[in-house]
């Protein structure tokens, strides 16, 4: 079985993806000349990229991550039709997702979680020896964000899908009810929240590129992580978290009621009552772990090659 991914090169999670499963599960086939092949766009923008007539020779696999419904009628849904012609197949995260792009084509859908690698995220038990690291008070109350919040094309406006908004009206919540409190921010394009957090005289720290071992330490210095998305593909944070036994509270987006326990996932009218509960997150996520996490994707890809 030959396949062909088509990678964002963008330092964006598909990447580290594709690494993982070269590494992990088997190389993937690095031209597309060839029929008898499945091509796997698991960077769905980048279909352009591949001639039409490379498309048309072998099987189209496209992973749709999430469909931000706001900018899909505007901006995104002659994309999809143009791209759905050349698509055989659909892959998709959550049950979300799937509900959304089953209405959109009449071509099969299989929805499939992306894997958790172990061997990036996982529970440290030293945590004041990690604050002392980060130079982080150990009675500071730790929030945590790691994904873009501000939009692209100007770096000012912020992105809503993620919720930044959102977001920020839950850690000034929380500011009132810890002396202590202090955001922790990771990655590119944070401007937004960045602006918002220094207008409002909020704490925080910034590592904006850092290594996968410095982000699992930052996950474990935490004291909660926060997911305020209006649409999302995963995120791969709720998995994260769930291995480095971080506590995290969500909005019903992705695969967070497929993760984490109902009491975790929240709405703006009841951020306030939400619950982590790491055991639970663990144990659901655990089923997602390098090399289980392959199956079902090898399954399905061996499925489609034979048909």
Not at 108 to 134: G, M, S, T
Not at 255 to 280: H, Q
Request: hydrophobic share 35%.
């Amino acid at each position: 079985m030959k396949i062909y991914i088509n990678s964002a090169k963008e330092n964006w999670v598909v990447d580290r993806f594709i690494d993982e499963w070269n590494k992990f599960n088997f190389k993937q086939s690095k031209n597309f000349r060839f029929g008898d092949k499945i091509v796997w766009l698991i960077a769905p923008w980048t279909w352009r990229k591949i001639p039409k007539k490379y498309l048309i020779k072998n099987k189209v696999v496209c992973t749709i991550h999430h469909i931000d419904e706001d900018k899909f009628k505007s901006n995104e849904e002659i994309e999809f039709k143009d791209r759905d012609k050349f698509v055989d197949y659909y892959h998709v995260i959550s049950n979300k997702t799937f509900d959304q792009v089953i209405k959109l084509t009449d071509k099969p859908v299989h929805k499939i979680p992306f894997w958790v690698n172990q061997n990036l995220w996982f529970e440290i038990k030293n945590k004041e020896q990690l604050r002392e690291k980060y130079s982080v008070d150990l009675n500071s109350y730790l929030v945590g964000s790691f994904q873009r919040d501000t939009e692209g094309n100007d770096l000012v406006s912020p992105k809503l899908s993620k919720g930044p908004d959102r977001f920020l009206e839950i850690v000034e919540y929380l500011n009132t009810k810890n002396e202590n409190l202090q955001i922790i921010l990771t990655g590119k394009r944070r401007n937004y929240i960045l602006d918002e957090l220094s207008r409002r005289e909020i704490n925080y720290k910034y590592f904006e590129m850092t290594s996968f071992q410095n982000l699992n330490e930052l996950y474990n210095i935490l004291d909660l992580y926060i997911v305020s998305s209006r649409y999302e593909g995963g995120p791969q944070s709720i998995l994260e978290t769930a291995m480095t036994r971080t506590p995290i509270i969500s909005t019903d987006v992705g695969i967070a009621s497929e993760i984490l326990d109902k009491k975790s996932i929240f709405n703006m009218n009841n951020y306030k009552d939400a619950i982590p509960n790491t055991d639970i997150s663990y144990e659901n996520a655990k089923r997602y772990l390098i090399p289980e996490g392959f199956k079902e994707f090898n399954k399905l890809f061996r499925e489609i090659y034979e048909s």
